[in-house]
């Protein structure tokens, strides 16, 4: 176990001290300190699993924050939901500046409108390249190639040493490598004496890179002409904005009009377009669908991840208002399947399969790329900034070792191998995690942020395996009893008559039994009641007995 | 929508029917029939989703089966749980010889002994390559290589075509292609005129086979040899007898002792055993792997898909009897992570990289081989069989359908892409499915078998998404009120004792108002809860009212 954190004892400490996204893929938040300072570098949601049922959406468990310290500004690297998706729930209670650049800006804004719980959100729109000073900080945004527009790596001097936060990035890769501008930039910033870098650990299991995205977009354009016959959607990440490039042109060259479905969809391309990107790009009125001919179309839209109630899943199961596809048309899954989503994604392959759909996705077409650097490429970033320590984060636990691993072999002088709630001192000579705080996740359940030992979790997954049996049992002064049971998720009072029949015998002999001692009744009432259904089922609801005498 | 297959009617017919396994990985059951003769191939079990809450395992619907048709015989292709798993189920409902061989019957025996559901199951031991009549049937099996011993495909001889039915398989691929005597048996069952191939389609998305199985052997002895000072536990797939012999070889070469640890992998050792595999291995008894230094111990065992309650889960959680990992040791992983199972087994590999331990997995080494064939080995097999039909079966939908375009492609003439309950017709001039048949899942609940439409499972959707919320009113004739709410998996009594509060007034003052309309009370309250349950926490939980007057 780490020593609990002090922060007063700290205060002159360089420390780096991840609360969200090592450990696991998902709500990245970073936090660094140096002189009664804190900042804050992304503030992102995850997915929730089954041991969180009934929710969706988690965030990092931010207490540590709110009981300990105040943070002066909130740095975002890019608007991807897993960096900017706790906003909305977060925000309100940490309250400070936001500071990024103007397209995550849009995204953040339009976002955050969504959900109405931060109507005084202060972003201050930073310009790339540019130096900001927070209290001990000094911040630069350096440009890097990602799977959305304006990722920016961080480049953070303080008077105890510079960090190099990489963000999410991968190489670009299509040309000559000793022409790209990129590359020449991280060295020049390698030069810039950097204590320590924080890099992406995503696709450490890649050895190469992943092909260049504009070879991709040649490939769709290819795609697009090879059917020209036929009606063409395509469904993927809505903040793929290179990727909808890509797409918008195969639709031109193809004279195909486009139509754009789905909510996130379009927060991202009127963001997209008011920051400047996918100009001159004209979309077309949906209700106008139905008077092209299946070759005059080219469909973008959401659910590339199999969600039902996404524009795909719509589109699927026929209840889309102004799209319908038959026998013949085709559908580009041009994503990747996230772990953990299989069986929904490849349930709604199957949908359409069967529908006589034809279907192209990563199995068996080059329609996606990866938007996160490969071993090769982090190697060569080590290359580039030659950094004193190596903090792998953005992660699973062990993504974060393998990371630590390639860094070890490439000599940097210092790994360090964190988890979520790790305190690390940031120095030359002896670098360390030497205490740890709270950490964890809330679950955003309906409206509410619950943390995720609350016992309505537990309940639930008793429920959801079990069902419920739930006894009331009214006994007046005459003896004359009343029972009634209702088991939902267990019994179905019909097909299961015979067995209900001979719980409220047991009930009704057991309740005349124990009738002057109320307090073991309910008890013993539950324990013969478990044993029963145990044995009958091989089931362990949870039991409710409400007993009334009068 | 198709006809209603009418038994009686086409009992001329040879035809194949798949219950199970055609649009989905898992719970292969194929039938087919001649002149009213009916066998079964296969009989095997898959996994639940989240549709089916509270159940682990399915098995396919045979109301089919059981309402129209007697079957003859099940023939076994092989031992996997896919292919024999649901005959604790289902055999008692069906109740007829089991046709399988050696190893594979002493596998059926070991597996319905454990349920004990099937005291008087016949099992009819055949020996490969020689043929059995049953009925209108001539079926001979042949021996094929897989991920499990004895695999046999079945060539089935009838008056009206022969089919071959594939199973699963692979070539071995190791030697000379053409000495390589399983290639050169199925070129002979090429020359016998064969009517219809029914096969695999697994791994029709990946081009190139797969390395052979005796280059990862002895990658896995390079592996434990380079690791000589640490302890070593692998965890496979417990039917991989060829995987374990392999691992068998690496202890022995390097003198670890081995230990095994998990039932499957006892059940499926002792049969191997029995069967004449893995003959001259010795299993230490697992007491006695406190006495040995690391270097010393193998330990083989299951859990390879991250299952908190097998042996790899109980040690990596500390709460195995009588083994300890710590720092350094290793854990390989000689499994693949079977889709949907993403998210436990990272679980597993994060849990166990945080204590120090060593992993290595398919991501990170050459340690797993799947046993189903590429696409260039499905394009061999046709190659070599030339059937006029072909049937892929052994997929999701989005597989079979692909490997319809695989063997479109090599001029087939006659490709039919089934799901299951489709009744094909099979003959030379007009193969085609020309009805359908009831089918689908039934869900192992507990002891009993729940169909996948009953309504236990939309209960418990319901309960483990928004919990429950339960009001018990008391109402006696001074008009005195007593009310009780229990609320799990929604709200806390003490955390949410402000709302609870709000709604006990809510409801006492609701019940006075309509205290002489009982049925409208009822009712009028469900509404009112809802509402302001949605609004207060956006949850719908399941309402139960529970009123009584006196």
New interface residues.
């Given amino acids: 176990m780490l020593n609990q954190f002090q922060p007063l004892e700290n205060k002159d400490k360089l420390i780096f001290l991840p609360l969200g996204g090592s450990?696991?893929i998902g709500m990245n938040l970073n936090l660094y300190h140096l002189n009664g300072s804190w900042i804050i570098v992304d503030l992102g949601l995850g997915f929730s699993?089954?041991e969180l049922?009934?929710t969706d959406i988690i965030v990092p468990n931010i207490n540590f924050i709110l009981q300990n310290i105040k943070i002066e500004a909130i740095i975002i690297t890019h608007a991807h939901e897993d960096h900017i998706g706790a906003i909305p729930f977060l925000w309100p209670e940490i309250k400070c500046p936001i500071y990024s650049t103007k397209f995550t800006s849009l995204i953040i804004k339009k976002k955050v409108s969504e959900y109405g719980t931060c109507s005084n959100l202060i972003i201050k729109e930073v310009i790339p390249e540019q130096s900001y000073k927070i209290k001990d900080f000094n911040i630069e945004f350096i440009p890097m190639h990602h799977s959305i527009p304006e990722m920016h790596a961080l480049f953070i001097k303080t008077s105890k040493g510079n960090i190099f936060h990489t963000g999410d990035w991968r190489f670009i890769n299509q040309e000559n490598i000793e022409s790209d501008s990129n590359r020449s930039n991280l060295r020049e910033i390698g030069k810039r004496n950097i204590l320590a870098l924080v890099g992406d650990s995503t696709n450490i299991?890649n050895p190469n890179p992943a092909r260049p995205e504009n070879e991709l977009g040649i490939n769709l354009e290819n795609v697009v002409a090879e059917h020209s016959t036929n009606l063409i959607v395509v469904t993927t990440f809505a903040s793929n904005v290179t990727r909808l490039e890509s797409i918008f042109t195969a639709a031109q060259k193809a004279k195909r009009k486009v139509f754009m479905l789905g909510r996130s969809l379009w927060r991202i391309f009127t963001a997209a377009q008011e920051a400047g990107y996918l100009q001159g790009v004209e979309i077309c009125n949906e209700k106008n669908i139905k008077n092209l001919k299946k070759h005059e179309i080219l469909v973008i839209c959401t659910g590339c991840q199999g969600e039902d109630l996404a524009a795909l899943g719509k589109i699927a199961s026929g209840s889309h208002p102004h799209i319908r596809i038959a026998k013949n048309d085709l559908i580009i899954f041009s994503s990747k399947v996230i772990?953990?989503n299989?069986?929904k994604i490849?349930k709604m392959?199957?949908?359409?399969?069967?529908a006589g759909i034809k279907?192209l996705h990563e199995?068996?077409e080059f329609v996606h790329v990866s938007g996160h650097p490969s071993r090769k490429e982090v190697q060569q970033m080590y290359d580039y900034i030659k950094p004193q320590i190596a903090i792998p984060v953005h992660g699973?636990?062990?993504h974060?070792?393998?990371h630590c691993r390639v860094a070890k072999e490439l000599k940097i002088p210092h790994v360090i191998n964190v988890?979520n709630g790790d305190v690390v001192s940031l120095n030359q000579h002896d670098p360390n995690i030497f205490a740890g705080v709270e950490n964890g996740r809330y679950a955003v359940?309906?409206?509410?942020l619950l943390e995720d030992d609350?016992?309505?979790f537990s309940?639930?997954?008793?429920?959801?395996?079990?069902?419920?049996f739930?006894v009331?049992i009214?006994l007046?002064s005459a003896r004359s009893i009343?029972i009634?049971i209702?088991s939902?998720?267990?019994?179905?009072k019909k097909e299961d008559d015979d067995l209900l029949q001979e719980l409220y015998k047991d009930i009704k002999k057991f309740v005349y039994e124990y009738i002057d001692r109320d307090k073991q009744l309910k008890n013993n009432l539950k324990k013969l009641l478990r044993k029963r259904i145990r044995k009958e089922?091989?089931?362990s609801p949870?039991i409710?007995i409400?007993l009334?005498k009068?």
Avoid: A
Avoid at 349 to 354: E, F, P, V
Avoid at 488 to 492: I, K, Q, T
């Fill in positions: 450990g696991e699993d089954n049922p009934g299991f772990p953990g299989e069986k490849y392959y199957n949908q359409l399969t069967k279907i199995h068996n699973e636990s062990f974060l070792f393998e988890s359940d309906g409206c509410v609350n016992k309505v309940q639930r997954k008793v429920m959801m395996n079990n069902g419920i739930i009331n009214i007046n009343q009634d209702d939902p998720g267990l019994l179905d089922l091989n089931k949870m409710f409400h009334h009068y």
